[in-house]
């Protein structure tokens, strides 16, 4: 199921959401040191937004898209990534990517995804590709911003990693609930065709590339109610779930040997942020969070690979405009700030 589907159920009303003051991101060959987060929005308010941080000044632009291309960014922002020198902005429902240059956030191209519903990106060489919800994944060239081919995987696919020269890609289901689907297609990236469906447990969502480039982790989120979330781990080598862990998680972040993760219970409206060590495979802290910060409810997270910081972004109640914590590594509040509607990805410039 898609989050947008947890927000129409959840909001009657969208508040109007206020700006700070305008910052534009840093001359490159001046200074890089600021953050992007991609705030969703509501599905079907048009009001997806890049808010951007610059960590020397503490000033925050709540819509630096905006502000720098005179037009919004559209409709339920759904992924945000760097790759080289521009930053890739996936928009679901209006169903297009936007292609900004990494350093001012101006658009230098828009790639058309009309009837496919875009979800996720991922890059290797001079190719992009998106995971699309009408079942399919695209391939583009980076630099002319075409598309160039479209392979079928399974419903609804969601997740996208690369790892040995193969595509992974998580087919949720989420259209056919209840009946999630079940399945992690890999597709060898020389041929651009699926060469193998992994089972794997309902509703897989989210993948990500262990460390040692080597490991899939996958994110697999139950039905919602009886069957819970839980994290596996996907072997490049073989194909095959190799471990699956009894940890509810909706979203982590790597940093060294470590992943950090948070699990959001709907129904009981309580969250965990916690650390798993990646070596001995185990939770080694059930309580991250030190000092006393609450959040209300987790929706992204990252960790700087400069300093170990760990941000973790807070939806508030879907209505009004969310926040960033960042958190040193004793899990102690540094310093937060106000962003848009759903802050969900994040980025860091430097």
């Not at 409709?75 to 928009?91: I, K, M």
Request: charged share 15%.
């Amino acid at each position: 199921m898609k989050k947008s589907l947890f927000v129409l159920v959840l909001l009657a009303v969208l508040m109007t959401a206020c700006h700070k003051k305008p910052v534009t991101p840093d001359n490159p060959t001046v200074e890089r040191n600021g953050m992007y987060i991609l705030n969703e929005g509501v599905w079907n308010y048009n009001n997806s937004t890049i808010s951007y941080y610059n960590f020397d000044s503490g000033e925050v632009t709540t819509d630096i898209f905006t502000t720098v291309n005179n037009r919004g960014l559209g409709d339920t922002g759904n992924d945000l990534q760097r790759y080289g020198s521009r930053l890739y902005c996936v928009v679901n429902t209006s169903e297009n990517i936007q292609v900004m240059d990494l350093y001012t956030a101006k658009v230098v191209g828009t790639v058309s995804l009309v009837g496919k519903s875009p979800r996720r990106i991922c890059f290797s060489g001079t190719k992009a590709y998106v995971s699309c919800f009408d079942g399919t994944v695209v391939r583009i060239d980076t630099a002319s911003l075409a598309v160039e081919a479209s392979v079928t995987v399974g419903p609804n696919p969601e997740g996208v990693c690369i790892a040995n020269g193969k595509l992974y890609v998580a087919n949720t289901g989420g259209y056919n609930a209840p009946n999630y689907g079940t399945t992690v297609s890999v597709i060898d990236m020389a041929s651009f065709a699926v060469i193998k469906n992994i089972t794997v447990a309902m509703n897989p969502s989210r993948l990500y590339l262990a460390p040692n480039q080597q490991d899939i982790y996958l994110v697999s989120n139950g039905d919602y109610y009886t069957v819970k979330s839980c994290l596996q781990k996907i072997s490049s080598l073989t194909d095959e779930v190799v471990r699956t862990y009894n940890i509810e998680l909706n979203n982590l972040a790597f940093y060294g040997n470590s992943a950090y993760l948070y699990s959001y219970d709907f129904s009981t409206e309580e969250y965990t942020i916690q650390i798993f060590d990646l070596t001995t495979e185990t939770i080694v802290n059930n309580h991250f969070i030190t000092d006393g910060t609450t959040l209300n409810i987790p929706y992204g997270i990252i960790v700087n690979p400069r300093n170990g910081d760990v941000y973790i972004s807070d939806a508030q109640y879907f209505t009004v405009n969310g926040d960033v914590y960042c958190f040193d590594q004793s899990g102690k509040k540094k310093f937060s700030f106000e962003v848009g509607v759903n802050p969900s990805g994040m980025v860091f410039l430097n």
